[in-house]
């Protein structure tokens, strides 16, 4: 019989009862390329021995709530968790997209995936410790729960995708949408606040056709279907409103055949303010059942 005490533990909001001296848990800055860019990056490392489900988070567009009040659960359950800073959204060196963002989570995979192999280090001189077959991406929003299953879509290393409140790209194909009064004030509003560092409409007219069918999970439904994917919306999401954005989204994932797919709708807004020990709690669980993380 395998006697396992601490089955139960909610990681959520219990601290781990045993440290592991040899191989403790671990936070530290670090980096990757992209197209020989540097990208800053920084890890979570789960304590054990034992190789280790890793989840990349990508940020949403704003730079803003990255979701990580989620990374001490899922490094308290097991899961490492690495994030960066996109080429472009905060340095000033080159324009940030939606493509860019995509790419630097393309590196990032391949970063962790070959971690242990090139004799990467944590700073107590131990290995990353990270199963190829068991990395996934994670996020909010359009910039992140949008990337990160666009990734998943097209990067045969992303075994799984959690995206919270992502936005339905086909909704704004043909950017008539930016032209509406309501739209455009408000987008307006968030360039004058980020000074000009977010600039939606500048950033959605520069996409080719090509660009929304990668993005676009709609788009992308026949090749995510073969994932395993969990997607989280917003009951009051007034931002991605789930009859626009996660209902079309479900609907077609289901209807390209994605058995691995999980949906569910928290009874809180676009950034899950109500709803984080919740969210941690759907993330943590959906994770152990899929994948013994």
Not at 15 to 22: I, Q
Request: net charge negative; with cysteine; glycine share 8%.
């Amino acid at each position: 019989m395998n006697y396992q005490p601490l089955i139960d533990v909610d990681n959520v909001i219990a601290d781990p009862s045993v440290l592991d001296p040899e191989y403790p848990p671990e936070h530290f800055v670090t980096h990757f390329r992209t197209n020989g860019e540097v990208v800053h990056a920084s890890l979570w490392i789960a304590q054990g021995k034992q190789p280790k489900g890793t989840l990349v988070l990508a940020p949403q567009m704003y730079g803003g709530d990255r979701l990580e009040s989620l990374i001490i659960p899922l490094m308290n359950s097991g899961t490492s968790v690495l994030t960066f800073q996109p080429r472009g959204m905060w340095d000033g060196n080159g324009q940030h997209t939606l493509i860019s963002a995509m790419e630097d989570v393309n590196s990032a995979v391949e970063f962790l995936r070959t971690a242990d192999e090139r004799g990467q280090r944590t700073p107590s001189g131990a290995g990353y410790r990270v199963d190829p077959s068991k990395i996934g991406v994670f996020g909010l929003s359009g910039g992140g729960g949008g990337v990160a299953m666009a990734s998943c879509a097209e990067n045969d290393d992303v075994a799984f995708a959690i995206a919270m409140a992502p936005q339905n790209l086909e909704l704004i194909r043909d950017l008539a949408w930016l032209d509406q009064p309501e739209n455009s004030a408000s987008m307006a509003e968030v360039t004058a606040e980020t000074a000009g560092r977010v600039d939606i409409p500048k950033l959605l007219r520069g996409m080719r056709e090509e660009d929304f069918d990668r993005l676009s999970i709609i788009a992308q439904a026949p090749r995510l279907a073969r994932k395993k994917m969990l997607l989280v919306g917003a009951a009051h999401d007034a931002g991605t409103p789930v009859e626009y954005h996660h209902v079309p989204i479900a609907k077609a994932l289901q209807a390209a055949g994605a058995a691995g797919l999980t949906e569910v709708i928290l009874d809180t807004d676009h950034l899950f303010l109500t709803k984080r020990v919740a969210l941690a709690r759907l993330v943590v669980s959906w994770l152990r059942a899929e994948f013994d993380l």
